[in-house]
């Protein structure tokens, strides 16, 4: 079956150091995107892509940057890890480019920068 | 720029009893929208989604929400709440029209049922 996966599941590091979440999708989907999910504010978009080489910012996408070398992968990076990017983070995928389908969600990575 | 409210960060019910989660949206011309479940520990799921076909959708495990454009509303119900059901709640919009297509998320409500 197809699915779309994130590692890792948890991951702890230090401030200052780089880090880079992935996440991979096996649906064939052209659009991906990342959020975070943080108490009080729900999920939030970081970085988004509606194909191959096609990257966009989202709302809070200070301190991360994506990449898109082909249709399954979407990896995140913090070039220099915070203390206020400890959150949840979830990769999804859609279908079309509307999205009307809805969402498919990752089950997380769950990052603490201490 | 959309917005979506949800009304009440935490929701009790007793088992059996009425659910019914509040989601109000802010947009000129009706939107898509759409109702997520995040369990414990795990990713989000589709509910249910309207799409400007029918008003009342329905959706998986019994659960149904209606959109009432003069109220800029979509709540979530379900007519009897099962143990099972305790999770968070996230709804979702996405314009209708060209020139935006990322979900926007309310921040959540978390069902909590009582046996």
């Known amino acids: 079956d197809a699915e779309i996966t994130q590692s890792p599941r948890h991951k702890i590091t230090e401030t200052g150091r780089q880090v880079t979440l992935a996440c991979h999708q096996t649906w064939n989907h052209n659009n991906m995107f990342w959020y975070r999910q943080d108490l009080g504010h729900g999920l939030r978009l970081i970085h988004y892509?509606?194909?191959?080489?096609?990257?966009n910012k989202g709302e809070v996408s200070d301190g991360y940057s994506v990449s898109r070398s082909n249709t399954e992968d979407l990896p995140l990076t913090l070039e220099s890890a915070a203390s206020s990017q400890t959150s949840v983070y979830f990769c999804?995928?859609?279908?079309?480019?509307?999205?009307?389908?809805?969402?498919?969600f990752g089950s997380g990575t769950r990052l603490t920068v201490v | 720029a959309q917005s979506v409210t949800q009304l009440g960060s935490h929701v009790s019910v007793s088992e059996g009893a009425l659910v019914l989660l509040r989601c109000n949206y802010s947009?000129?011309?009706?939107?898509?929208l759409f109702w997520y479940v995040q369990y414990p520990n795990q990713g989000l799921q589709l509910l249910l989604k309207y799409t400007s076909a029918a008003t009342l959708v329905k959706g998986i495990n019994g659960f149904e929400a209606e959109f009432k454009k003069s109220e800029t509303s979509f709540h979530l119900t379900k007519p009897s709440a099962h143990m099972s059901d305790a999770a968070e709640y996230f709804c979702?919009?996405?314009?209708?029209?060209?020139?935006?297509?990322?979900?926007?998320f309310g921040k959540g409500t978390k069902l909590s049922v009582i046996p």
């Open positions: 979702a919009v996405l314009p209708s029209g060209a020139g935006s297509y990322q979900l926007t």
């Open positions: 892509s509606y194909g191959v080489q096609d990257t």
């Open positions: 947009s000129s011309v009706p939107p898509y």
């Open positions: 999804a995928s859609s279908e079309h480019r509307d999205t009307i389908y809805g969402y498919t």
